[in-house]
């Protein structure tokens, strides 16, 4: 009878502390927690719902046709507008308000530079032009037109 | 159980304790691991993966700027998701590497270039590792991979502790400084899960960076990886980045 008194204490203490860690858990451990993993499965919604601030071509093209075709001639052809104009979501969803940018006249050299200046470290093949011999002091679209460039 | 003493119901219940344990600590990892030995259509779709042609990057860093942009990321130069390295190779063997504002600044030329025997661009960024370390030694779960393939950072359940920062090997993660938390690429899930391109990828001019669904045997990068000679940055350490390179040189760390 002694023994079974002692069993039945251990069980109440297994029982009272089980109940007590199943209650604190439920507190810390939060809500989707482990649903496909060690983690929070919410979280990926939360990385979701961040914000854009690149639009994407098919966006610019909805309105800037011609500019679109003509690129798609060029050999600029596989950049994307926003390579050149910055990000531009803004713009589209509030397109009076919002203005792109244009590379300004004599920050240009430096602009196109960032891609055509001479270096050795870029690929041979790649257009590329020595900034302090070319034509110093012109702007670029003087003789090469950005959208349609040659 | 009328002569169950004491020491006999302890030594019990010592073992059961011990089988319960055994039973929780063999139970498989994650099954991801698996994944480079399936075959493409057997792969949970989508699972996306990455690319870079080294031998198409002019290192012009519109990737930098752009990644920061679209991800709000601090523009003082300690903060990257993505940045470009460039190598000089010199004919003593001498290696030097640099990344002025993360190849946001324009690269000076060298001033001795005559002995310059080769050099070259190398556009960084996390690899999104299928045995990824940075979500291994996170102590909260709050560091983990989606079911596509994605590393993420949970930033409400991130304690800020950095053990992250320090594991991963290719220096893919900085410390917030205003949310407190770590931070990294997110492959931009919040672009590609709408179907537009990473802003990297967007604005990337020569097409060197390329990112797609590794579980569709038709798209372009699954022909990247499957047809292009490439390789993996550190291979040794078994991390599996789904970041391949292609023209990738013996001296890329």
Known sequence: ?150 | MKNFSRKQFLKTAAGAALVMATRVFSTPLHAADKFFREPPWKRKKPYWGFAVDITKCIGCGRCADACKTENEVPREAFYFRTWVERYIIRRNGEVNVDSPNGGMDPFLPPHDPETVTKSFFVPKLCGHCENSPCEQVCPVGATFKTEDGVVLVDRKYCIGCRYCIQACPYGCRYFHPVLHVADKCTLCYHRIKKGLNTACVEVCPTGARMFGDLSDPKSAITKFYETETTNVLKASMGTEPKLLYKGLDKEVR
């Not at chain 1, 979280?43 to 690129?71: F, I, M, N, T, W």
């Not at chain 1, 713009?91 to 050299?109: A, C, G, I, L, Y």
């Open chain 1, 1 to 150: 009878m002694k023994d079974a008194q002692h069993l039945l204490r251990v069980i109440i203490i297994f029982v009272a502390a089980l109940v007590g860690f199943l209650l604190v858990r439920s507190f810390l451990v939060p809500e989707s927690f482990g649903k496909l993993g060690h983690y929070r499965a919410n979280a990926v919604d939360d990385v979701l719902a961040l914000p854009r601030h690149y639009a994407g071509e098919p966006a610019c093209k909805k309105c800037h046709a011609q500019q679109a075709s003509d690129k798609a001639k060029s050999s600029h052809r596989h950049m994307s507008c926003e390579s050149c104009h910055g990000a531009l979501q803004a713009h589209v969803d509030s397109p009076k308000t919002v203005k792109p940018s244009k590379p300004k006249e004599n920050e240009m050299r430096a602009f196109c530079g960032n891609c055509h200046g001479k270096s050795l470290s870029r690929p041979a093949k790649f257009p590329q032009v020595d900034l302090e011999e070319h034509n110093r002091g012109m702007a670029c679209n003087q003789c090469h037109q950005p959208h349609q460039p040659k």
